[in-house]
């Protein structure tokens, strides 16, 4: 399961840095998000993401990416965190 990953500090370290608080994007963002990344990588990811200009979705989505390949996770750690994301955000994770 997800928290499985916590294992690795720069895990941690991303999901104390995402924080919580409520999130500017869908579900329907975070599927289309994770499914991009599984596909392409973090780039493909941010491609995604890029369709949502302009909007607090977007500017949120890239926040996350942005952290995640700050600290250098793998495309396998990112795509659980993002299919995670909402537990994050609301502090149960």
């Known amino acids: 399961m997800a928290k499985m ?5 720069s895990v941690a370290r991303v999901i104390e840095e ?11 963002n975070i599927d289309d998000l994770r499914e991009a990344l599984r596909k392409g990588g973090y780039t493909a ?8 200009a302009g909007t607090d979705a977007y500017t949120d989505l890239l926040r996350v ?3 995640m390949r700050r600290h250098n996770l793998s495309p396998e750690a990112a795509d ?6 909402f537990q994050i955000k609301e502090g149960h994770w």
């Open 80 to 85: 659980e965190i993002l299919k995670n994301i």
């Open 45 to 52: 990811a941010e491609v995604k993401a890029a369709q949502f």
């Open 5 to 9: 990953i916590i294992k690795d500090d």
């Open 65 to 67: 990416m942005e952290i």
């Open 18 to 28: 995402i924080g919580t608080g409520s999130a500017c994007f869908t579900q329907g």
